[in-house]
């Protein structure tokens, strides 16, 4: 039968598909212009426009100036230098205050631990049951000593977008630096660091289709970036390093096509993913998690009552779906995922979660396929699952 055969990757959140269009131009960029950009003859400086061009690119499709970005290895990487130099900058002013939330990626949060054993004072604001920060929090938590605000445009396991805008106007007012993690909503929604105030900005190129290893920091003049890598004076001295050129250039081909699709894009796959969510909701003893109107196109996130999230996840994969349990960089532990957590799910729920996170090339078939053997999974492990059974006799109580 056709249909056993599909395989469906619905696991776009931790990485996507690269194009052809960036695969080819990766390609070309390999064959043609392998020179270093920074030498001085003509096969350093064919590649040295090609960066130029890429930065122009890039920058355009943020709505920044081509001299406010900042080439990295990722989003990772991009985090951690847009944060160690607000800090750093901060502190030089006596300024050793930093504002984030409990649900950022782990490449924040892990920066921001390091940070607060040197001696900053680090504030975690709490989100509602969506997911999402409340900008009046944001504005009360801000003192006179706050050297940044960070918080993310999209959350990468519940898909919950923030009020970016708004908390932008508030750190501009305030004067405030104000750096986001926009890595799982760069080439999803539309962004305008000039429009929304945004002083810092990360982004990775295998969120939206473009290589892996491969980044962006965006940051404007307010704040002196430090160098997390020392060496050659390559991105205006600010990170060395013989440049990436074909995850570069890759990356901006990737970002042009996403942005100029956003539109078209992600109307398509937002109807797929309310008839997904539609469908799962018909699961009993399940729930949504994360916002149902401010949220990622292609991001459905659900707790099960009465499973594990790994067991469903190996059965989805026997079945031809590419599925996670929240994020990559937590499964393989047992903890329950400190987003879940912060939304309010009980840890027995938070271990019970599923997401499934499309892209463009998915068919309604393929939505339909996954209702019913996700159904079918769930259903099946619960007949076997002792917290199940205790639950139907009445020993425990449902909590969802
Ligand atoms: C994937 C991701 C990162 C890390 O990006 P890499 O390029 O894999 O280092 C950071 N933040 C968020 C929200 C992400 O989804």
Redesign the pocket.
Known sequence: MEVTQMYIYADN???TKTSQAAIKAMNECMEDFYGNPSSLHSVGQRAAEKLLQARMDVAECLGADFKEIYFT?????A?NQAIISAATFGAKKGKKHIISTKI??H??LHTLAKLEKQGFDVTLLDVNEKGEVDPKAVEDAIREDTALVSI?Y???EIGTIEPITEIGEICERKGVIFHT?A??AVGHVDIDVKKQKIDML?L????FHGP??V?VLYANKKVTLTNIIEGGAQERGKRAGTENLPGIVGMAVALKDAVSNIEKSSAKVTTLRDRLIEGLSKIEHSVLNGASENRLPGNVNFCFEGIEGESLLLLLDAKGIAASSGSACTSGSLDPSHVLLAIGRPHEVAHGSLRLTIAEDITEEQIDYMVKEIKNVVDYLRSISPVWDELQRGEQKHVI
């Open positions: 959140a931790a990485t290895s990722g989003g990772s990487e985090d950022e990626h490449a924040v993310m999209a959350n990468n993690d890595v799982q990360s990775s190129a295998h969120k892996k290893g980044g």
